[in-house]
């Protein structure tokens, strides 16, 4: 079985490193026929619909994002009635989403969502207008774009995301009321789902936010005695955490310890927050080494790392658990969202942080050398200690989920503590990846001092 397994694990690493080829040379092909194809002046010049949506699409893909919106700019202008026409508008608004110019972004989104409605292109723009909303702080404006989604399409894709986003974004507009009205319309639409169980949840950090610790018990007792954890996202322990937390702020202590001695002893990310609790840091690493070979946890390219991590104050321990949860230390990947090598850097990213780390003229391709993929990636992991406290489940959210969501995530924890922090992600990826993240850092500064030596 074990053969086997890694027979697949080779066949993965060769699949991810085959598609970054093919998505490099796609994008290589594009900047060369656009070299090609433009005149004296510069200017792209006019080529058909499909050409311009193609090298749009390649373009978007590997997060060149003023390249792609030259393309879909030739296809509004040019081609009022292509079938391209829908996907340029919401190639618009998408590349300006991911730069985070969310004002801009709308009213592309608005066209798309009007003038398409019956496609994919239209359902997508109604969705990101709310998202953007959310990211603006307008949260009222998202919660209206989100129940327009739910009216318009009660079988799309997005329908049951769009239920917990209006639950979110009421609360966030500190309309509690309706908040808990579409709780209760999201478990009479999905009963017996992950989706109600996620509707409860928003209910139970609410209520941590509120303070209304006897809210905060009632909805976790709900969530427990449903018992759909399966796909949602919520486990038993983070619901049990929230409910031994809730019952510590009641002044119950003893009641609360023995919840957090029953969860200490569990393998994940909430038994070790409750081990920490209950017998201070270490005790919950301790058990993650125990059961796993330090050979898991190795600190390849130390050299660089303790250089550049020095020089910034990181601890160099938290970039290596980065490291092999981005990569698993290898340099030559490109994941499908083009980010490139050990630390796994997007080209817009690296772009704001290059000259701080000495590369002003760099290429997508250099990302794939480790020296300078760790120099630029310590400098940006550095700049989000700075935006969040040296919290490092937010530093580890924002680097996957995005600095707005992370900033916003952060906004919602009551108190802002890791535990309450990680319950309030909301996507499931990140949240994901903030758990292995951290168990990754717990088992880094067990077995590692900062000089990353073998203590």
Known sequence: MRNFCCAVYIILIFSIA??????????????????????????????????HAARGRVYLENRHFPEAREHFQRIIDNFPDAPELGYALMGMGRSLMWEREYDKAIPWFQRASKEFPATLEGRESLAFMGACNVRLGRNVEAAAAYEQYTVMYPTGERIESAYLNIIDA??????????????EKARVRFPGTPTETNAIDGRLRMEIHRKNWQGAIAAADLILALNKFSRSMVSRDEVSYLRAFALEKMGKRAQAQAEYAVLAGNNSYYGGLAADKLAGRGARVKRIVSSSSASGFPVPFKAEVLEFARKKGVDPRFVMAIMKQESTFRPDVKSPSAARGLLQLVVDTAAKYQAQAGYNDLQPDDLYNPRTNIAIGVEYIADLKGQFNGLYEAIAASYNGGEDNAARWLARSEPKEAGIFASEIGFAETKNYVFKVMNNYRAYRDLYNENLERK
């Open 170 to 183: 009421y609360r966030e507009a500190k309309l509690y009321d309706k908040a808990n009205d579409w709780v």
């Open 18 to 51: 085959s598609c970054a080829q093919a998505s490099d040379t796609s994008l290589r092909n594009v900047t060369a026929k656009d070299r090609a194809n433009r005149a004296v002046n510069g200017e792209l010049l006019k080529l058909t619909a499909p050409e």
